[in-house]
Structure formats: structure tokens, C-alpha cells
């Protein structure tokens, strides 16, 4: 009895030191992991950032490698630590981690230490490259349609190449736009047109679109309002403002850039990512009645952070079996797939929904622990389903999403089923008992006896006016791509490529009347001695600008409206920093408009004389110099322009519009100026003549 209690109190002291965090990742234990991993901490507590400045707050330590130095900082949820080895592991080395009790919660309570230690993955062979080579380009087949390989063209083609399309019915939609990029299915051969992110209105007139070569996947507006796509080389999701300028894009880390994959990426307004990776391992698979040096496909889901760090990573080869494939994806051939995630988000609560096609599963993962919270559909279905048209639920499905009501829709390829159908589905989920219960789902009539059916991809999207937009996949020719339908299953909207062939991955209807901020980086400063010419990109909805601007270090703007994408400042200081901005102005009733542009600044030049600025010019004269009371000025050409005489800090003390004269003087009373320099501009037949006299 005395050894149970001292046993039990052990395990209870383990299970105290360890529970102080809620999350450690890489999980404990695990393997295959990259030599860049990056080591996170959680307490689900906030945490006080002082304690991290600590010298003694970790020790990294690599069976080969040694002793790691480290970098370490909270991110800004102020729960997750990033710990960062200065250098990256050795491949198939054991990593030891040992916390110390460093850290400490808001409230001052100190944190407990751990320590955990995980493994690195192997060094992969070029023979293992070269089979990973072939099973990435079997994965894209899949996906896309077509073998890459065969397609050696960089050519870009105008508009008027794009694929066409017809819009079938048009019967009272939602109102709104349709974003997507077409792609051509074409296994036996390279497409024969390129893929074209687009919008289009209800009557299918173009609003904008662009060639992306073989680019372009997923486009839409994401959750943090920035247009996305994919891009394939290199992998990684293109962020654009609505001014379609690219502005950002991301990858993922942690050493898995180049398996950022194309299947999704959600984007959020304070600046958190999560984004998708397909890892593929050389794994024994003689277990499953497989081949020992198979390739095998595992699911990454990231998380970073606004900085771009990594602040959650989940893996399958830590939480799924291989068994928990569906019953159509074998586990004996050279290539394994035995995930297929499609699609992620971040649900309601905080925590991750993912989709996984080879498993015919629906994940909830909890985002502070990183354990299944549950799992829908599939082998290890948890779920009771009432009220369900199919006995199989769904198979193959893709784009899990939460929408307002609470509950989820899914696309349902259908794949399994006799005979094959897809359809959109809405379940109500009971996830405290585990009853997901169908409250709505659409499968479209057959179209001359054919099921409209799409072996892969598909999407739908749920409408604010409670339509549903649906994109139907890889579908047979002759069948519709995209239908928007009302809640009695009416159909509102269709739409079909007019080429066989050209699918979509997805389709999402949004409001789209942007009043655009300017892209900053289009901004440009031309700066004179006295004068600026400021420029900028064009914002969709604009019908003027405005542009503001003021010496850098003082407060009051000064405005000047145009219609053009640009505008000259005069009557500036020279040598001075000036900072400017643009506003997009897009309707006067009522009145629209965008924020201002981030400040742009600019110097201008020195001021510089008549001979600087042109060679034998003189077209005025001063006297006298220095003057008292009266000041002369000589015009010596005939002269068209301005003529504006400002004092050393650009107030403007004179200004005089120049018509068509042949010279002639100007004579000014300047008793009451302030001794002291002042600065003439004459501005006329496209020359500028400046000079300086003193008033004393």
C-alpha cells in the first residue's frame, strides 16, 4: 500500500509539472520532424513578457549537434512563446528541451518547467527526391487536372483569350459579384489556355480579370478583406489590396515552404494565417501489407501570427493513423495519401475545423491544446446523424465552413455512393452530445439523365440574403460549373464554360463596390527646390483624389483635389521634409471615400539659381538689391505663367497670374515685409526662373 501511494503521488507530481502547459509543441515524443522546427509553449494563461528575459528560461539540446542558442518571444495573443534555435538541427538527431521554472503568469505565479524531447527526420536520399519529385506531380495531376511537365509555355495572353462562359439562368439573384479562376482539366495533354482570376457581375460581364499563367487558385476575398490566391512557384499564397496590387504574400515555415499548399489559406483581421502543407515522408509501409520505402502524403495545419511567426502547428502524423483512411485510398501503393486535407478555418470558438477527403472526416482540433476535440464522418466517426438523405452522409468532401447560424456546410463530392452525386449540405451539430442533425442540402436535377456530379474540388458558399452559391468540381462535359440557389432549392443563378474542360476549385460571391485606399508603394515624389510632383496607382472606385500635405513636424494640412493621378505642390520650402498622403474620393452624394494612404515623405531640393535651372536664361530682373520699400521686377521675354514671391518659410507674400506680354515691370510695395530673405519664381514657357533678394 506504502509503494501504490508513493507511486500514485509521483504520477500526480508528473501530471502537476506537466499540466502547466497546455501546449507543447513538437508533441513530446514524436518524430519526422524538420530541422528548422520551431519550439512553442502555452499555459492557456496570459503571460507576463518580462519573464522571457531570461537567460536560464530553456536549454536546446541536439544528440549531433549540440547545444543550441536560442531567441525567444511572446506573441501577441500573450499565451504562446516562440522559442527559436539560432541554428537548424541535424537531420535524424534527438532534440532534448528542458523549460525551466522561468516563466511566470500576469498575476505573478511562477510557471512549473518541463522537459520533452522529439526527433528529426532523415536526411532524404536523391533517389527518395526523386520519388518525392513523382509524387508531388501526381498529387498536382489530382488536383489540377493536367501534368505540368508537358506545359513548357511562360506565355501570358490577353483578355480577349480567356475561356468563355454562359450564364444559363439569371432569375433574380443575390446581388453581388463572382470571383474565380477558371483551370483546364486535360490529363492527356497541357492546357490549352491559362488560368484567369476574375470577377464577374450576374450577367457574366467581366468587371476585371487576369492572366496568371498556370497560377490563380482559390481567389477571393479572404477574411481580413485582402484579395488571395495561390501561385505555384514558389508555393505560396499572393495577397492583394482591391486595387488588384500585390502587397504581401506567405508560405509556410518551420522548414515547409516549398509544401505550402494550394488547397486553402484563411487570412484574419489581426493578422493571423492559417495555412495548409502537404509533408511528404519516406515511411516503412510493410506493416499495412505496403512497400517499405513508400511516400507518404501527411497534413500539416499552421498558424502564424501577424509577425509571421508560427504560434500553432498540428500534425497528422502526431494525431491520424494511417488506418484512417477511407476504404478507396490503399495504403499497399509506392505513393500514400491518406489525408488529403482541403480546407481550414478557425471556428467560432477559437479552435480549427479542417477537412480531410481520404479520410471522408470533419476535424474539430482544439487550438490550445492541440488534441481532437471530435471527429465527424468516416472511420472514426463520433457523430449520430438524424434526418440525413444518404446513408454514407458524405465521401470525398471539400470546404468546411461555419457560417452565421452556428452551423456548418460542406461540399459532398459524392464519390462513393451508387450511382456517384454530389451536393451541398448544411448539418446542425449538437457538439456537446455528438448529433449532427440535416437541416438543408441540394443536389441538382440531372441534366439529360446525367447526375451533376464532380469527381474532386467544389465549394459552397453560404449568402448573407440566404442563397447558396455552389461550385459542382470536376464535372462531366454538358453538366453546369457554378449554381446559386434559394432556400426552397430554386435555381437563381447558373453558369458553364462554354470550353470543355475548364473547371474551378472554388467560387465565392461577395458585395463589391470598394472605395479603394492607394497602394503605398505605387506612391511616388518628384521634388524640386520649390515645388513637388506627387504620383500614385489608380484605386478602383475612384472618380478624384485628394491629396493633403504639410511640412514634416507640423500639424496643419494643406488639401488639393484632382482627377488625374497626380498633382504638382508649389510654394514649398527648400530643404525641407515634407510628408503627403491620398485620400480616394468616390462619390460626392453621398459622400464616399477611402481612408488616406500611409504618409509618404519627401526632401526638397536646394534652392538654386536662374544659371542652375537654365542655360542663358534671364527672363526677370531684381532692383534694387537689397531693396527697401519698393521692389522692381523686370520682365525681359514675353511670358505666360505665374509669378509668386514667398518668404523663407513658404508663406506666400505675392502671387500674379502672367498673361502674353512683351516684358514690361512689375513695382511692389514691400514697407511692411520683415527684413529678411525672400524667395521670386517666375513660371512660364515651360521654364522656371528663381532668384533671391534681401529686404532690409
Known amino acids: 500500500m506504502k509503494h501504490f501511494f508513493t507511486s500514485l503521488v509521483l504520477i500526480l507530481i508528473c501530471r502537476i509539472v506537466l499540466g502547466q502547459f497546455s501546449y507543447v509543441y513538437p508533441v513530446p515524443g514524436s518524430a519526422l520532424h524538420t530541422p528548422q522546427t520551431t519550439i512553442l509553449l502555452k499555459n492557456g494563461d496570459l503571460i507576463d513578457r518580462q519573464s522571457l528575459v531570461n537567460e536560464q528560461l530553456v536549454e536546446i539540446s541536439g544528440s549531433l549537434s549540440g547545444v543550441h542558442e536560442w531567441t525567444c518571444r511572446l506573441?501577441?495573443?500573450?499565451?504562446?512563446?516562440?522559442?527559436?534555435?539560432?541554428?537548424?538541427?541535424?537531420?535524424?538527431?534527438?532534440?532534448?528541451?528542458?523549460?525551466?521554472?522561468?516563466?511566470?503568469?500576469?498575476?505573478?505565479?511562477?510557471?512549473?518547467?518541463?522537459?520533452?524531447?522529439?526527433?528529426?527526420?532523415?536526411?532524404?536520399?536523391?533517389?527518395?527526391?526523386?520519388?518525392?519529385?513523382?509524387?508531388?506531380?501526381?498529387?498536382?495531376?489530382?488536383?489540377?487536372?493536367?501534368?505540368?511537365?508537358?506545359?513548357?509555355?511562360?506565355?501570358?495572353?490577353?483578355?480577349?483569350?480567356?475561356?468563355?462562359?454562359?450564364?444559363?439562368?439569371?432569375?433574380?439573384?443575390?446581388?453581388?459579384?463572382?470571383?474565380?479562376?477558371?483551370?483546364?482539366?486535360?490529363?492527356?495533354?497541357?492546357?490549352?489556355?491559362?488560368?484567369?482570376?476574375?470577377?464577374?457581375?450576374?450577367?457574366?460581364?467581366?468587371?476585371?480579370?487576369?492572366?496568371?499563367?498556370?497560377?490563380?487558385?482559390?481567389?477571393?476575398?479572404?477574411?481580413?478583406?485582402?484579395?488571395?490566391?495561390?501561385?505555384?512557384?514558389?508555393?505560396?499564397?499572393?495577397?492583394?489590396?482591391?486595387?488588384?496590387?500585390?502587397?504581401?504574400?506567405?508560405?509556410?515555415?518551420?522548414?515547409?515552404?516549398?509544401?505550402?499548399?494550394?488547397?486553402?489559406?484563411?487570412?484574419?483581421?489581426?493578422?493571423?494565417?492559417?495555412?495548409?502543407?502537404?509533408?511528404?515522408?519516406?515511411?516503412?509501409?510493410?506493416?499495412?501489407?505496403?512497400?517499405?520505402?513508400?511516400?507518404?502524403?501527411?497534413?500539416?495545419?499552421?498558424?502564424?501570427?501577424?509577425?509571421?511567426?508560427?504560434?500553432?502547428?498540428?500534425?497528422?502524423?502526431?494525431?491520424?493513423?494511417?488506418?484512417?483512411?477511407?476504404?478507396?485510398?490503399?495504403?499497399?501503393?509506392?505513393?500514400?495519401?491518406?489525408?488529403?486535407?482541403?480546407?481550414?478555418?478557425?471556428?467560432?470558438?477559437?479552435?480549427?475545423?479542417?477537412?480531410?477527403?481520404?479520410?471522408?472526416?470533419?476535424?474539430?482540433?482544439?487550438?490550445?491544446?492541440?488534441?481532437?476535440?471530435?471527429?465527424?464522418?468516416?472511420?472514426?466517426?463520433?457523430?449520430?446523424?438524424?434526418?440525413?438523405?444518404?446513408?454514407?452522409?458524405?465521401?470525398?468532401?471539400?470546404?468546411?465552413?461555419?457560417?452565421?447560424?452556428?452551423?456548418?456546410?460542406?461540399?459532398?463530392?459524392?464519390?462513393?455512393?451508387?450511382?456517384?452525386?454530389?451536393?451541398?449540405?448544411?448539418?446542425?451539430?449538437?457538439?456537446?452530445?455528438?448529433?449532427?442533425?440535416?437541416?438543408?442540402?441540394?443536389?441538382?436535377p440531372d441534366v439529360n439523365g446525367v447526375n451533376v456530379y464532380g469527381s474532386a474540388t467544389g465549394s459552397v458558399q453560404r449568402l448573407p440574403s440566404g442563397n447558396t452559391v455552389i461550385n459542382w468540381g470536376l464535372v462531366a462535359p454538358n453538366l453546369p460549373n457554378h449554381t446559386e440557389v434559394d432556400m426552397s432549392k430554386n435555381i437563381k443563378w447558373e453558369m458553364s464554360f462554354d470550353e470543355p474542360g475548364q473547371k474551378t476549385y472554388r467560387i465565392h460571391k461577395y458585395a463589391w463596390n470598394p472605395c479603394s485606399r492607394i497602394t503605398g508603394y505605387l506612391m511616388k515624389a518628384k521634388p524640386g527646390s520649390s515645388m513637388a510632383l506627387v504620383g500614385w496607382g489608380t484605386a478602383t472606385g475612384a472618380i478624384s483624389y485628394q491629396v493633403q500635405y504639410r511640412k514634416l513636424g507640423t500639424s496643419m494640412w494643406q488639401s488639393v483635389n484632382t482627377a488625374k493621378l497626380s498633382v504638382k505642390l508649389t510654394g514649398l520650402i527648400p530643404e525641407t521634409k515634407y510628408e503627403w498622403r491620398v485620400k480616394t474620393l468616390c462619390s460626392k452624394t453621398p459622400t464616399i471615400s477611402s481612408a488616406y494612404s500611409e504618409l509618404d515623405t519627401f526632401k526638397t531640393d536646394p534652392l538654386r539659381t536662374s544659371n542652375e535651372l537654365m542655360d542663358n536664361a534671364n527672363l526677370l530682373s531684381l532692383y534694387p538689391v537689397p531693396a527697401h520699400d519698393q521692389l522692381t521686377i523686370q520682365l525681359n521675354e514675353s511670358c505666360e505663367g505665374s509669378l509668386l514671391i514667398t518668404n523663407m518659410i513658404g508663406r506666400v507674400m505675392y502671387e500674379s497670374t502672367l498673361r502674353q506680354e512683351s516684358g514690361g515691370s512689375i513695382k511692389l510695395d514691400i514697407k511692411n515685409w520683415s527684413p529678411g530673405a525672400y524667395i521670386v519664381q517666375l513660371r512660364g514657357n515651360e521654364n522656371i526662373e528663381v532668384k533671391k533678394f534681401i529686404k532690409e
Open 75 to 444: 506573441s501577441d495573443d500573450d499565451k504562446t512563446v516562440i522559442i527559436k534555435p539560432d541554428q537548424v538541427f541535424a537531420y535524424g538527431e534527438t532534440v532534448s528541451v528542458t523549460v525551466f521554472a522561468a516563466l511566470r503568469k500576469q498575476n505573478g505565479e511562477s510557471i512549473n518547467g518541463t522537459s520533452f524531447n522529439f526527433k528529426i527526420k532523415n536526411e532524404v536520399t536523391p533517389a527518395q527526391q526523386e520519388k518525392i519529385k513523382q509524387a508531388k506531380l501526381q498529387n498536382f495531376i489530382d488536383s489540377y487536372g493536367y501534368d505540368p511537365t508537358k506545359n513548357n509555355s511562360n506565355k501570358l495572353y490577353p483578355l480577349d483569350s480567356m475561356p468563355t462562359w454562359t450564364v444559363n439562368i439569371n432569375d433574380n439573384p443575390a446581388p453581388g459579384m463572382f470571383f474565380f479562376t477558371n483551370h483546364e482539366e486535360g490529363i492527356s495533354g497541357s492546357p490549352e489556355t491559362n488560368s484567369f482570376t476574375t470577377i464577374i457581375k450576374n450577367n457574366g460581364q467581366i468587371v476585371w480579370a487576369r492572366d496568371q499563367g498556370p497560377d490563380g487558385r482559390d481567389f477571393k476575398i479572404n477574411a481580413n478583406g485582402y484579395l488571395t490566391y495561390y501561385k505555384l512557384d514558389p508555393p505560396s499564397w499572393m495577397v492583394m489590396d482591391s486595387n488588384y496590387n500585390i502587397i504581401d504574400s506567405v508560405q509556410c515555415k518551420n522548414g515547409l515552404a516549398d509544401e505550402t499548399n494550394s488547397h486553402d489559406m484563411m487570412m484574419y483581421p489581426d493578422g493571423h494565417v492559417f495555412l495548409i502543407a502537404w509533408e511528404n515522408q519516406t515511411i516503412d509501409m510493410t506493416a499495412y501489407g505496403g512497400v517499405e520505402d513508400a511516400i507518404v502524403t501527411g497534413l500539416i495545419i499552421q498558424e502564424q501570427d501577424a509577425n509571421r511567426d508560427v504560434v500553432f502547428e498540428w500534425r497528422s502524423w502526431d494525431h491520424f493513423e494511417f488506418t484512417d483512411a477511407n476504404d478507396y485510398t490503399p495504403l499497399t501503393n509506392a505513393t500514400v495519401d491518406y489525408v488529403h486535407g482541403n480546407s481550414v478555418e478557425r471556428d467560432y470558438d477559437g479552435n480549427v475545423l479542417i477537412s480531410s477527403r481520404n479520410m471522408d472526416e470533419l476535424t474539430k482540433i482544439n487550438h490550445q491544446t492541440g488534441n481532437i476535440i471530435w471527429r465527424m464522418g468516416g472511420e472514426n466517426n463520433q457523430f449520430t446523424f438524424i434526418n440525413d438523405n444518404i446513408p454514407t452522409h458524405f465521401s470525398s468532401q471539400h470546404d468546411l465552413r461555419r457560417i452565421p447560424n452556428g452551423n456548418i456546410t460542406i461540399f459532398n463530392n459524392g464519390n462513393h455512393p451508387s450511382p456517384p452525386i454530389s451536393s451541398a449540405k448544411e448539418y446542425a451539430l449538437n457538439e456537446v452530445n455528438k448529433i449532427a442533425t440535416l437541416v438543408w442540402y441540394y443536389e441538382h
